[in-house]
């Protein structure tokens, strides 16, 4: 989480009374600030009794879109599971409400620029694999993401028994996809943009309504980046046809040179995402299995076997050992 916020000085004067405060009638304690979010500020905070450490997002009650009873419920909606963020406490603080959740490691963008801008094959392989089955179980609970970047996808704590798996965080642009009837959402267009430019599909630029292959197509979009260090349409400079440009560079480069420098696998990837119509739900186990055999084949490497570009402390490993 960045603490370097340009306004960041002025937010922590304005947030300070809430240091030290406890959270409705929970143990939790907020403790320290730690930066502004897509929806709200996130502090550190501790639990009274036991000391054990948390995160701990709030917004202000009359804020004009609220978000974070929305966002709980999301979390309730996806429950306990290995990549979902433990959610322990909703209440009030002061003039704000509070959300109380696991305390998380770095996020990709930031372990990205500590390893120089590029992630591995080998690390960028397996965030593949838990990046495919983490989707395939929030499409599962009927939910869309929408709002795929680095910077949502968070490691466990450092030193910890899940320092190598990707949690996701930020559930404020989500939207079910599954109807109560169990009906998949009705297909629609003049849609605003829900996400970042830079990783979202084509359908998305279009004002498409989203379905899961967009998620999926915004997540191949994003590893390519993390293994490249960049894309195609990044260099394209912030103007009133910004996402037309974008958009019209996604649909011209020929995939197979979007994804040249890797493996067959991740424009086979892309390929049959796009490939999918509206409704259509994507072959999540035979992409994942396609990344396992992928590994192995490249490496000897099963997902157990945990070998990143990064130790269990989150220290940056040597270029010849992340090479190796």
């Known amino acids: 989480m960045n603490s370097n916020d340009p306004n960041s000085s002025i937010i922590k004067s304005k947030l300070s009374k809430l240091l030290y405060q406890k959270i409705g009638k929970s143990p939790y304690v907020i403790q320290e600030y730690l930066s502004k979010g897509s929806f709200g500020y996130m502090f550190c905070g501790y639990h009274s009794e036991t000391k054990q450490l948390v995160a701990i997002k709030v917004e202000p009650k009359d804020a004009d879109r609220p978000q974070l009873h929305l966002e709980y419920g999301f979390y309730r909606m996806l429950g306990e599971r290995r990549g979902i963020p433990i959610i322990y406490f909703l209440g009030p603080v002061d003039e704000y409400n509070a959300l109380v959740m696991e305390l998380l490691g770095p996020n990709l963008g930031q372990m990205l620029n500590k390893c120089g801008g590029r992630f591995s094959l080998r690390t960028t392989i397996q965030l593949t694999i838990q990046l495919i089955a983490l989707m395939s179980y929030i499409h599962d609970c009927g939910l869309l993401y929408r709002d795929i970047k680095p910077e949502n996808f968070l490691l466990g704590l450092e030193n910890s028994e899940r320092w190598w798996i990707v949690h996701i965080v930020d559930l404020g642009f989500c939207k079910q996809w599954r109807l109560d009837d169990k009906t998949h959402i009705p297909y629609g267009q003049g849609k605003l943009i829900a996400g970042t430019i830079r990783y979202i599909s084509i359908n998305n630029h279009l004002g498409h309504e989203l379905s899961r292959r967009d ?15 960049h894309l ?17 560079t996604k649909m011209n480069i020929e995939i197979q040179s979007l994804c040249d420098q890797m493996p067959e696998e991740f424009a086979n990837f892309l390929s049959n995402i796009r490939s999918l119509t509206f409704e259509q739900e994507p072959d999540y186990v035979g992409l994942n299995q396609m990344f396992v055999n992928l590994l192995k084949k490249k490496y000897g490497l099963s997902m157990n076997d945990r070998v990143y570009d990064w130790t269990r402390s989150h220290v940056i490993k040597t270029q010849s050992l992340r090479n190796f």
């Open 232 to 248: 195609p349409w990044m260099n394209i400079k912030t103007d009133r046809n910004k996402n037309s440009k974008i958009c019209l």
């Open 215 to 229: 998620d999926m197509e915004a997540i191949c979009y994003m590893l390519i980046y993390l293994f490249k260090g």
